[in-house]
């Protein structure tokens, strides 16, 4: 029988995180369905067990699961132990953890504790014509593709982008009972050095949910001209988005910033603003279903990912466009 | 508190995308990497950033040196010449043909290691990640070879002690603040803001600091070790994805006209 390939179900809330169907139907792909192929590493405070069943529908066999009452706090030192134990116990050929804000750091810690190698931001997992794991991560912003062949013993820890990966879903006759083996995260002892003060984190809709999104750049020229792109955005049902140029200039918060360091977004429609489309930028919304760009220079990149295009000023054009799109919501 | 600043040089990200788009950007099909004739070189922006900090714990009166260490690159004296100018006290510039194969992983263990082998550190800094292959694995990995935590993604770092450190972290839809207990790794994001322009003083007097370079067998990090992660992951292949580009424009009249257009077109596409 071949290897297993273990997913980190990260769990926040008492819930599994979004990404954990993914990473399931990512696993699954590579192992083309074999039984008893997927298997999870699942950790959290006490209690955290009873969420093992909510992956059997993923296609997920064994779920090696770890509890502490240390694990609440979702800090890679102690999820990387807790982990790195299921790992050992499992003995997979591949390691795929999601890139949330604790898998991004967890990723590399458990490699390091595994003795391991790891690569981030993977968008894509094949096996090669000489059965090898190969694994597609951008670079350079996303401007270029670097493929890599990976180590299956010892496991690879591999880390997915959020929103990258292939949507998962449940799959069908993947619903039996899976087997729930736990795990000593090895906590015995460990004092945590790190204790948090305070988290803040603006309620409401988020961006990534969106199906609308007009984003504007640099090309606003003025911090006072994004409220153009708030006015439009409400207009048309959607959000209002930001290059980092803008954000880092204080024209817009950070949670609105798209792209490589900002949000993965892909809604219906993506409405570029006065930007270039530098690949950061480009990283975070290029799977949009319609991308319309406006910019005064033709050789602007953000043209070469768009369906319509409008050259010329984007202040000419704004309010315009905003009065055009009023009419038709009212009409 | 004694201060690491972890930096890599790398080729200009900005200048990297424009030669993409050009059709300009070349591969060198030997080593699967691009080929950097006419990019600039320098350090990873993210890494300024982390000396920034540094800059900023000495401003509110935090005492001890300052270091910077590199790994490898192929002009180390701009590097540091730059770390020097933004008000590092000390380079450590580690370079062996052992360091060759290394990966971010080998970068971490040869970093690890030449923290320990001057002295310590009682706070690592970098950047969250390097803008050429974006990986952001160093700063965790240095974290856990060294056992201590990881506060990725910061955007102040303030001292509460000698001993304890109060990060400010950027994360998705808002903001945590956490105190570490040191000795700590913290990575640094953009939001931390500009690095101050270096002073013409500081700027001169950069330019007679010389690093200390180190090699694999006077830090005492096996070579071995280094390569290893290198090979278990190797780069086959590295390509310019392909934009196809069929966009259509949307003119006729003025911006009047071209707004309705593109309003009823949209509205058409069922997308408002
Ligand atoms: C490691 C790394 C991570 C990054 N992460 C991100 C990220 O997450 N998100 C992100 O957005 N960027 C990111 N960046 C930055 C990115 O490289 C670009 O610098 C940034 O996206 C540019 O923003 P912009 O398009 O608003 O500005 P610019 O590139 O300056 O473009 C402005 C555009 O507006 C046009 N323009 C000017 N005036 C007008 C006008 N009156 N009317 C119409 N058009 C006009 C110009 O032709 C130009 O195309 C990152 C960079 C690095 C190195």
Redo the contacts with the bound molecule.
Sequence with gaps: MSKSILIVAEAEGGRLVRMVSDLAAVACGLVGGAAGSVVAALSGPPGTAGLAKELWPHGVSVAYVAEHPLLGELRPETHARAAAAAVQQAGPSLVLVGQTLLGRDMAPYLAARLNTSVLMNATELRRNSSGEVEVVCPVY?GSVRAVYTVSESPATVVGFQPGVAVRGEAVAGGARQGQVVSVDPGLGGFQSKVKLVNRATTAGPRLEEARVIVSG???L?DKKNYAYIEDLAKVVGGMPGA????VDLGWATRAQ??????KRVSPDLYMAI???G?S??MA?CSTSKVIVA????RD?V?FKYARYGVLG???EFLPSFIEECRKLKAG | MKIAVLAKEIPD??IV?AFAWAGRLQIDPTIKAIRREGIALGMN?YDEQAIEAAMRLRDAGVKGTISVLSVGGTAPDKLFQRAFALGADEGYHLADPAFDEADSVGVAHILAAAIRHVGGADLVLCGR?G?DY?QGIVGPTVAALMDIPCISIARDVKAVSEKVVRVIRVIPDGEETVDVELPAVVTISNELGTPRYPPAMALFAARRKRATTLTAKEIGVDPARVSVSGQRVRRVDMYIPELKGKCEFLDGGGPREVAAKLAQRLREDGLI
Excluded at chain 1, 243 to 246: D, Q, T
Excluded at chain 1, 257 to 262: K, Y
């Design positions: 912003g750049g640099k090309g020229g290059s980092r140029a803008i910033q798209v792209g490589l360091t900002g006065g930007i270039s530098a950061q930028h975070g406006v910019n005064r220079e602007a953000i000023d984007c202040l | 990200s900005d995308d922006a990640q803008s974006d």
